[in-house]
């Protein structure tokens, strides 16, 4: 009899599956389509548990589908370009190219390692010209569509390598990554995408998306921020015009200044003579903050008066008109209204600057005073001192006051009812060179000019210099940064920013239904019937930004003609983490690498002897729990590792490594190797079982194997509890393994089916064992298992009798049986006559399902 050896069975399935294309797409469009997807890895060189676990999850859908008669997309890339390619060439001196492409190849081969049935046929790199050729050609269609366009944006700056950094290079401190230096901030001219001008179909059509983790929707709904109130137009002494956002538009009239952003373009010109050198050192001091620092709750308010009035609309009074460092030009219209009584930002600059606070709101179980209040009233009340608005309530609920401000202001033509969102244009240029060239022109005659169709792709140059210094290597880049220009033909410079790789991840998912194409981005008859995405797997830190640029792409794409529908994917999970006992010293907070410690039993940390706490946190090279995937599938093989990551915990949720359990996964295995090989000695079972004719343990078995049938089909469908379908397939063994009728057909039938649903779980022992059954096809192309129904009704029950109230006995009836069917079933067993004979009875008390009491006198 033979052992269970994954490594003699595994390798060689992978290879006959590969050389026989077996998980290669149909093209087929008679069947539903499928499509699965992995979030496709960043090449960084190792595959680690995080990955296998959320390729598992997908392997195990794709396998799932395809045996229950979907044509199944199941495909994997690579999203290659980016900072650690170049980090690494600036590092060790090798081209970017070179070590991505090294890493693609060593990760392919561990992935081909775990038997993922993917089409490798539609691999894509997005780092590879016929990738990128149609990122470019994605890039100019939202140019043409008015969708990308440049303005000044702040950078982070080295002031001793002159280059610009990208935030993953700066520190916690500020610092640059390389030189130390402390980072500064510098305008440039950069490439904005306007996914703004979506925001609202992005909140709006998270409806349609009800196979996605609420929690996900939440923080794409909160990323989004929609705030609805008004635009209220003011007008300065001088006749200028300054529009404000405000949630509040029915505080106006306690409106007692204005606050501009110090960068807001009027500034210049509502500055007097004699505030012009405060205002102008307040601005310049303002420019040196980010945004966090400058809108911090906790931040002493500061800021300077111009020496400007403007008129407040709903009452004439003149009002002052400031600069500060909490209003923000890039939120409304960068210049608010200053309510001190109801909003605290503007409270504590008034306290702090002496300006007058107005209450409008009065809530109603007290009396609020200007004078004596220590905080703003933001809450409900009814308004005061607002001319039409008086009286009506304000607050969340029943309050009408901020409709009726919209409507006073609309009517009297002061402004209008409008929403804002916090969501910003999507900043994508990038002064790195391994990123996707921005394919334009800039000519001083002509602009800024698309390469011609015909050119593209615009190639990254391969005889590039990396030193960490100076401007992006591609800028340094005289010869290929002189072209003509292609509209006039006079000399023109290339763009030489390249695109953040979210781009490149924006629209992978399009591509893979027609990954060859060399003449068009996707065929869109072939993209639009694959789309959308029947479930998309991966983790939550892609929550945001990925998935709100993804559906942004895909919205873009569809109003420029090239898709039919408006989300790209149907079904979300986001997997948990995996994670690993770690040793902490919770004195120090420093982790401890197991292989320091002498006895794990009972840890203390080697250099203080202080005892060590086990945690168990993700794992990570810092935290010394990170445990190789390679280790796991040499030891153990790729369907023990699948089945125990499956089985640890249900997919959305955290996963604790435990190598008993891993373990235990194996001998599972084994026991199905027997359990199989054993049976496959008894050549002379028959194939098939006539119902009729099964006596009891037959029926039994049958009982076990449909349940099992039903439990795991439904433990597989959207909910994807694949932890309890893993214990019910081990049910099903230990059923088969305890069965006394292993000579029966019905004991074939229980072991085929045992194989064919572990088959999308542990393919390659699935298959190993289905072949050494005497079959020829592939277990994975077998149509998934269907519940008998016949064989999941339990047909006879005990009935229990009594007499008087005492249990004489039970008796076997039919299942379905009526109330007065028991009735009778018990008066003509022989069990009742015996007792009850020569007796009258009185009554006869039925408890269906369970027992008949005869009470006789
Ligand atoms: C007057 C007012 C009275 C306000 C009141 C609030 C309460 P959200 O909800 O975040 O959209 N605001 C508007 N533009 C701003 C900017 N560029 N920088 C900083 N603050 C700005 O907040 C909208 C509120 O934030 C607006 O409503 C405005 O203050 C302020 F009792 O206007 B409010
Ligand atoms: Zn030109």
Redesign the pocket.
């Known amino acids: 009899e033979s052992r269970y050896n994954p490594a003699e069975i595994e390798e060689k399935w992978q290879q006959t599956w590969l050389a026989e294309g077996s998980d290669r797409t149909p093209d087929n469009t008679d069947k539903p389509k499928f499509y699965a997807l992995s979030m496709f890895p960043y090449p960084s060189g190792n595959l680690h548990m995080g990955h296998v676990r959320n390729y598992t999850i997908t392997d195990v859908i794709a396998r799932v589908r395809r045996m229950q008669g979907y044509r199944v997309l199941h495909p994997m890339g690579w999203d290659a370009f980016g900072l650690p390619a170049e980090n690494a060439a600036i590092d060790r001196g090798i081209h970017p190219a070179k070590w991505t492409y090294q890493n693609v190849a060593q990760m392919r081969a561990q992935l081909q390692r775990l038997g993922l049935s993917y089409d490798w046929e539609r691999e894509v790199t997005t780092c590879s010209p016929d990738y990128y050729r149609w990122t470019q050609w994605i890039f100019l269609e939202f140019f043409k569509a008015g969708l990308a366009y440049q303005k000044e944006a702040a950078v982070n700056w080295d002031p001793i390598d002159q280059t610009v950094l990208a935030n993953e290079q700066v520190d916690s401190e500020g610092r640059s990554w390389r030189s130390g230096a402390m980072v500064e901030r510098r305008l440039l001219k950069q490439w904005f995408l306007k996914i703004t001008d979506y925001a609202e179909q992005l909140l709006q059509d998270l409806d349609q998306l009800d196979g996605w983790p609420e929690r996900v929707r939440l923080m794409q709904e909160n990323w989004i921020?929609k705030?609805t109130?008004a635009e209220v137009v003011f007008q300065t002494e001088t006749g200028e015009t300054i529009p404000?956002?405000?949630?509040?538009p029915d505080?106006l009239w306690g409106?007692t200044f204005m606050v501009l952003?110090p960068e807001h373009p009027l500034v210049e010109k509502l500055t007097t003579e004699s505030q012009a050198e405060i205002v102008t050192a307040y601005r310049t001091e303002a420019a040196a903050k980010n945004e966090i620092d400058r809108?911090a709750d906790d931040r002493e308010k500061t800021g300077v008066w111009t020496g400007s009035y403007a008129i407040n609309p709903v009452n004439d009074e003149k009002i002052p008109i400031w600069i500060a460092d909490?209003?923000?030009?890039?939120?409304?219209?960068?210049?608010?209204?200053?309510?001190p009584a109801?909003?605290q930002?503007?409270f504590e600059f008034a306290k702090k600057f002496n300006l007058p606070i107005k209450v409008v709101v009065q809530p109603t179980n007290e009396t609020i005073d200007a004078d004596t209040m220590t905080a703003?009233y933001?809450h409900e009340g009814v308004m005061v001192h607002s001319g039409p608005l008086d009286g009506v309530m304000t607050g969340k609920g029943s309050g009408q006051s901020v409709e009726a401000a919209v409507q006073w202001l609309e009517a009297n033509g002061k402004g209008k009812g409008t929403a804002?969102y916090?969501l910003r244009d999507w900043l994508i240029s990038r002064q790195r060179y391994w990123g996707c060239p921005i394919p334009v022109v800039h000519c001083s005659s002509c602009g800024t000019v698309p390469v011609p169709d015909a050119e593209l792709p615009v190639l990254l140059p391969e005889n590039v210099e990396f030193t960490g210094r100076g401007p992006s290597p591609l800028a340094q880049l005289e010869d290929w940064i002189n072209v003509p220009c292609p509209t006039c033909g006079t000399p023109a410079r290339r763009e030489t920013d390249t695109m953040d790789t979210f781009i490149c991840s924006s629209w992978y998912f399009l591509r893979y239904p027609d990954a060859r194409n060399d003449q068009q981005v996707f065929d869109p008859a072939k993209t639009n019937d694959w789309m959308p995405v029947d479930q998309y797997v991966g983790g939550i830190e892609h929550a945001i930004l990925h998935l709100l640029y993804s559906r942004f792409f895909t919205k873009v794409l569809r109003d420029r003609g090239l898709l039919n529908f408006d989300e790209p994917f149907k079904r979300l999970l986001t997997q948990g983490m995996v994670q690993a006992a770690a040793y902490k010293n919770p004195n120090t907070g420093k982790y401890v690498a197991p292989s320091q410690i002498a006895d794990l039993s009972n840890p203390t940390d080697p250099a203080t002897g202080e005892p060590l706490t086990v945690v168990f946190e993700k794992m990570s090279k810092s935290k010394y729990n990170g445990i190789d995937p390679g280790d796991v599938l040499g030891k153990y093989g790729a369907d023990t590792a699948r089945m125990f990551i499956l089985f640890k915990a249900p997919p959305e949720k955290d996963l604790e490594w435990d190598d008993a359990d891993v373990e235990g996964q194996f001998r599972f295995l084994n026991r199905v190797w027997r359990l199989v090989c054993e049976f496959g000695d008894r050549a002379s079972v028959q194939k098939t079982a006539e119902a009729q004719a099964l006596n009891h343990d037959e029926k039994d078995l049958r009982y076990a194997i449909h349940y099992a049938i039903e439990q795991i089909t439904e433990d597989l469908e959207e909910e994807y509890q694949f932890n309890t379908a893993v214990s019910e397939l081990m049910k099903l063994s230990n059923a088969l393994n305890d069965a006394t009728c292993k000579t029966s057909p019905v004991y074939r039938e229980g072991i085929e089916t045992l194989l064919k649903l572990l088959a999308p779980f542990a393919p390659h022992i699935a298959e190993e064992l289905w072949q050494r059954l005497g079959h020829t096809d592939s277990i994975h192309h077998q149509p998934w298992c269907v519940p008998d129904p016949t064989a999941l009704v339990v047909d006879e029950i005990p009935l229990v009798i009594q007499i008087m109230g005492k249990t004489r006995g039970t008796i076997q009836v039919p299942a379905q049986a009526s109330q007065q069917e028991l009735e009778t079933y018990a008066r003509e067993s022989e069990l009742a006559q015996r007792y009850i004979a020569g007796k009258t009875i009185k009554k006869v008390i039925v408890v269906p399902g369970k027992l008949v009491n005869f009470v006789v006198g």
């Open positions: 921020g705030s109130g404000v956002f405000t949630t509040r505080t409106a952003s809108t909490y209003v923000l030009m890039g939120y409304g219209t960068g210049a608010i209204m200053a309510v109801h909003d930002r503007d703003a933001p804002n916090r």
